[in-house]
């Protein structure tokens, strides 16, 4: 893949990292990263934590546009993206709408089985008591093992494989401390695949697809920062044709949700049918040293630096108005 070189005059630019949500720790390596990137590159580049400042500083400041690093609430759910659109800041990744539609997996899957695209089963439950006969009739509907997580976290935060019904009641309740909505999914069982694009619209291209290979599949959120233990193949080794019918999926996925900029979305592959069943979308993709944009971005012959500079460059405004971007 070849990218266009960005124009640099970017102004004075923010990269947003930390913030209030669960996912605070790697939002701070994500933009440690992508600061150290885009000022290697010549680019007027500052950190700022909207846990410690409010956003109208930005606009105080003299900022022209951000690169935003956060993760999960408050920075991916299309609060911050209102913030900025009303500041009048262009901003990385996609907009309001699609920001909110794509932190809530229930949301998500409602949007992508309206127009036929494949997604596990699932119930959804709210906060609050449940009977034995209520959990057991999601076991029944779903069968086992199934999967137990809030519906607007990431990072498998929050989230429970079970495997016997007795424990359903605890991972139920394990999800219900970080929201009042709980998806409950139907398990594929199979090879965990994600793809990341680059891009908007018809001009989204999708990098090549990555095969995750966790130890025993539990791709958590330790084997997903903090060991080297989880095996990443890209190229992938899936049979011929199935890559390339990834990427076309994910790229409708995208786009039906209106997002713009940049996006990854994670895959299960069914072992016995190979077919492909989407999980969810990633709108603010983790940029750490064990981050998948990045790692899918380098196959294709795109540096770390190459690609925050690119991302940059598309920042824009769901609002825009004549001279924005």
Known sequence: MTMQQPDLQLGKVAVLMGGRSAER????????????????????????????????????????????ALHGRYGEDGTVQGALELLGIPYTGAGVLASSLAIDKIMTKRAWLAEGLPTPRHV????????????????????????????????SIGLTKVTRAEQMDAAVATAARLDADILCEQFIAGD????????????????????????????DYQNKYFTDVTEYRVPCDLPPGEEAAI???????????????????????DAATRRPWLLELNTSPGMTG??????AAKAAGISYEDLCLQVLADAGLDYATGGDQ
Not at 56 to 63: A, N, S, T, V, Y
Request: charged residues 20%.
């Open 290 to 295: 064990h981050s998948l944009v990045p790692m």
């Open 25 to 68: 720790e790697i939002s701070l390596m994500s933009g440690r990263g992508v600061l150290t990137a885009l000022r290697a590159r010549g680019v007027d580049a500052h950190a700022f934590d909207p846990a410690e400042q409010p956003l109208d500083e930005l606009k105080r400041q003299g900022f022209a546009r951000c690169f935003i």
């Open 192 to 219: 965990e695949v994600t793809c990341s694009i680059l891009g908007t619209g018809e001009g989204a291209r999708a990098l090549p697809v990555i095969h995750i290979v966790a130890p025993e599949g539990n791709y």
């Open 124 to 155: 959804l439950l709210h906060r609050g008591p449940h009977d034995a006969a209520r959990l057991q009739a999601v076991v029944a509907e779903l069968g086992l093992p199934l999967i137990v997580k809030p519906s607007r976290e990431g990072s």
């Open 247 to 269: 990427q076309a999926l994910v790229l409708k996925a995208y786009r039906l949700l209106g997002c713009r900029g940049w996006g990854r979305l994670d895959v299960m592959i």
